[in-house]
């Protein structure tokens, strides 16, 4: 039974920091790729940050330098650190993984994939980031 379940989401003022988190049971973090995607209602899903098998990460530009994405393989735990929160960073965020057994998996690990690109999905959290 493969799940993803995503914590950590709230409301916080500009400026704060929330730190999220997806623990994953069925498959382990060593496999191919792992990713937080993000929606605001009425738009688009982004990614925001991808994650590899050796650790090698990606992030869409608007929250370079502001998020961290990072694995606890032990835990079976993906997390995102999210620090200098603006009202642009609202939406509801996803952990996403691909366990490497599908076409897009020859793809690289990066921002380059869409959401279709990955297999499996959690439920979300929701951030609000009020001004």
């Known amino acids: 039974q493969v799940q993803l379940v995503e914590s950590g989401g709230g409301s916080v003022q500009a400026g704060g920091s929330l730190r999220l988190s997806c623990v994953a049971s069925g498959y382990d973090y ?11 209602p009425g738009k688009e899903r982004e990614g925001v940050a991808t994650i590899n098998s050796v650790r090698s990460t990606d992030y ?5 330098d502001r998020f961290t994405i990072s694995k606890d ?3 079976n735990t993906l997390y995102l650190q999210m620090d200098s929160l603006t009202p642009e960073d609202t939406g509801m965020y996803y952990c996403a993984a ?3 057994d599908a076409w897009y998996s020859l ?3 990066d921002l380059n994939r869409r959401d279709r ?3 499996y999905w959690g439920q979300g959290t929701q951030v609000t980031v009020s001004s």
Do not use: L, P, S
Not at 30 to 40: E, I, L, P, S, V
Not at 60 to 64: L, S
């Open 73 to 75: 393989n032990a835990k």
């Open 60 to 64: 869409v530009d608007a929250v370079k």
């Open 98 to 100: 691909d366990v490497g």
């Open 30 to 40: 060593g496999t191919y790729c792992m990713a937080w995607f993000r929606q605001t």
């Open 117 to 119: 690109e990955y297999t």
């Open 107 to 109: 793809m690289a690990c």
